[in-house]
């Protein structure tokens, strides 16, 4: 069997431990680097005890250091770095000939000057921003660019909520691409393993509010993908929630509707149909982040408002998993050449 040697860099955070999941059971990943500053030297066992009795338990973490991860014998390398930190890796990786799967923001926006009005900070690699594709197999032409890709900017955990209902909708011309209205709620570990207060318990659990607002940093790629979608620039409102739940993204769009009505369930029925990890639930059937805990699973439902002649698009994923680790496995399974459902079969 094809056996792919993968590292994961930033192994001790949120993303980073959902990624050794799915490459611990993943038939063809021999997962054989994970790093961490705090927990060099220590066993993957032993940072984590639900990994203990799986093969590859007893893999010591390193520390992030390029030479070190080339050394291990790595193929492929998941960047599981704050944005601004994986660029420097994803840079030296790559020049050591290995290919890198970045889950961080770095590589996400064609554009330099919109990363660093977004990020507030100049790009550190903007050399390599031509040459990342925005991985998300789902869109057109996509998947072919994953397959050949040496540098892969997996989505952003909002953005793949967003994005996916929407693209079939604008391609098709059914809806207004200036009246997208958007509001998500996310639970508490797409903020990362932070020891900011606000995500404390006694500040998150219980409450719920909006936040980042009017201007959210996902709001670049976000309006970047629905632009090329809809073939002309997109300026859309966007509010993200933080609600006191451990997993998942709730999101509800609107737009108003431009063309028939009666074509979204074909259009995205269309778009969708040989697409193995997008779920439709059909019309008048929100989506319940319930359902895709864990999973590469987005759901998505929708309705027509007749009040105000708007389409209401519902999506629920989890964001540790499509929007994060388990589409990053799935841009892995392309680039390696392996089924895109390789590992991802779990419900
Ligand atoms: N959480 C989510 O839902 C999603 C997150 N993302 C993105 O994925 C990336 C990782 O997020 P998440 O797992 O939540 O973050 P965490 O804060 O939980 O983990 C960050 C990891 O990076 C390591 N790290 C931090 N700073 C450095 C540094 N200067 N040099 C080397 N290693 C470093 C930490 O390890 P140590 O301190 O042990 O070295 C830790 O393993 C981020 O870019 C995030 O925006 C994307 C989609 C969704
Ligand atoms: C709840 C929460 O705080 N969520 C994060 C999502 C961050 C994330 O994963 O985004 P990047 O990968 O683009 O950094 C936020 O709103 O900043």
């Known amino acids: 069997m094809q056996m792919i040697k993968t590292a994961v860099v930033g192994a001790s ?5 959902e990624l050794l999941r799915l490459l611990l059971m993943h038939p063809n990943a021999q997962l054989c680097c994970v790093t961490s500053r705090q ?5 993957l066992a032993s940072v984590f005890p639900r990994f203990a009795k799986a093969d590859g338990s007893a893999l010591t973490f390193i520390q992030p250091e390029a030479k070190l991860i080339k050394d291990s014998g790595a193929e492929i390398a998941f960047l599981a770095l704050p944005h601004g930190v994986a660029a420097e890796y ?5 020049e050591l000939g290995i290919k890198v799967i970045d889950l961080s923001a770095d590589f996400r926006l064609n554009d330099q000057q919109v990363y660093e009005e977004f990020y ?3 790009h550190p690699a903007p050399e ?3 040459q990342a594709v925005y991985g998300m197999p789902e869109l057109q032409g996509r998947s072919e660019a994953i397959r050949e890709a040496q540098l892969v900017a997996s989505p952003g955990c909002y953005p793949t909520s967003i994005i996916l209902p929407l693209v079939p909708l604008l391609e098709a011309g059914l809806i207004d691409p200036q009246s997208i209205v958007t509001c998500s709620m996310s639970g508490v570990s797409g903020a990362g393993k932070s020891s900011n207060v606000l995500f404390s318990f006694c500040e998150a659990n219980e409450s719920v509010r909006a936040y980042s607002v009017p201007k959210h940093r996902h709001l670049s790629e976000i309006e970047q993908e629905l632009g090329i979608a809809a073939g002309t620039p997109v300026t859309m409102s966007f509010t993200p929630h933080l609600v006191p739940t451990h997993n998942g993204i709730c999101t509800t769009t609107s737009a108003l509707l431009t063309g028939d009505a009666s074509k979204i369930s074909e259009v995205l029925e269309k778009a969708y149909a040989d697409k193995p990890f997008v779920r439709l639930l059909g019309e008048n059937n929100p989506a319940d982040t319930k359902n895709v805990t864990r999973t590469n699973f987005i759901d998505i439902g929708w309705a027509v408002d007749q009040r105000t002649g708007r389409v209401l698009l519902y999506s629920a994923e989890d964001n540790l998993g499509k929007g994060a680790a388990s589409q990053a496995v799935q841009s892995f399974n392309l680039m390696a050449g392996l089924e895109e459902q390789a590992g991802l079969h779990n419900l």
């Open 13 to 17: 955070g949120y993303t980073g431990m």
């Open 39 to 43: 927990y060099a030297g220590e066993s």
């Open 90 to 94: 994803a840079t030296a990786l790559l």
């Open 120 to 122: 507030g900070t100049p």
């Open 128 to 130: 390599l921003l031509q």
